[in-house]
T-cell receptor, first 112, second 118 residues
Framework: GNSVTQMEGPVTLSEEAFLTINCTYTATGYPSLFWYVQYPGEGLQLLLKATKADDKGSNKGFEATYRKETTSFHLEKGSVQVSDSAVYFCALSVRGYQKVTFGIGTKLQVIP | GAVVSQHPSWVICKSGTSVKIECRSLDFQATTMFWYRQFPKQSLMLMATSNEGSKATYEQGVEKDKFLINHASLTLSTLTVTSAHPEDSSFYIC??????????????FGQGTRLTVV
């Protein structure tokens, strides 16, 4: 079956620190990979995606590279802001946006 | 992106009662809706997929008689947890898409509902 593994957190960083949230996956078939973000009181929003090996998804200063050889899709940002505080979900699907399999979600807290 | 509103955000109910959760697409017509749940310390898992006007398709292990899904219109889907028990306590979240199961049509998420059964 399909599964996604990521650290639960919380991850606490100071403003302008470097962020890495690790994500690894197992999948039957060739998955698309996603990072979703959920800000307090809001729904999950698609942050970035990659659909094939070596693709790099990027948005709002965040980026992640689809690494087929290590089955990973780690999320990175060079300088976090307080407004980045949220829960981040790594996810995959072998059917585009349909039937998405999520990780447990990682809570990020950025302090001034 | 499009807006999906889920209501209520949290609910506490007594064991044996039923609870209804609503999922509305506010500015688009949602031909397909998805319901997910997340148990503590576990991943968010797909429960069922529904297309407007047809019966929901449930994932393996999800009881369709316990989790009633009604996709009554192009802007509303409801999940009713019938005869709720403490083990049904979970985080439930919906998503909505304009595609009839089309792979490349993005699905937009509600904010989720925290259900606690006491």
């Amino acid at each position: 079956g399909n599964s996604v593994t990521q650290m639960e957190g919380p991850v606490t960083l100071s403003e302008e620190a470097f962020l890495t949230i690790n994500c690894t996956y197992t999948a039957t078939g060739y998955p698309s990979l996603f990072w979703y973000v959920q800000y307090p009181g809001e729904g999950l929003q698609l942050l970035l995606k990659a659909t094939k090996a070596d693709d790099k998804g990027s948005n709002k200063g965040f980026e992640a590279t689809y690494r087929k050889e290590t089955t990973s899709f780690h999320l990175e940002k060079g300088s976090v802001q307080v407004s980045d505080s949220a829960v981040y979900f790594c996810a995959l699907s072998v059917r585009g946006y349909q039937k998405v399999t999520f990780g447990i979600g990682t809570k990020l807290q950025v302090i001034p | 992106g499009a807006v999906v509103s889920q209501h209520p955000s949290w609910v506490i109910c007594k064991s044996g009662t039923s609870v209804k959760i609503e999922c509305r697409s506010l500015d688009f017509q949602a031909t397909t809706m998805f319901w997910y749940r997340q148990f503590p310390k576990q991943s968010l898992m797909l429960m069922a997929t529904s297309n407007e006007g047809s019966k929901a398709t449930y994932e393996q292990g999800v009881e369709k008689d316990k989790f009633l899904i009604n996709h009554a219109s192009l802007t509303l889907s409801t999940l009713t947890v019938t005869s709720a028990h403490p083990e049904d306590s979970s985080f439930y979240i919906c998503s909505a898409s304009t595609g009839f199961g089309l792979m490349n049509t993005e699905a937009f998420f509600g904010q989720g509902t925290r259900l606690t059964v006491v």
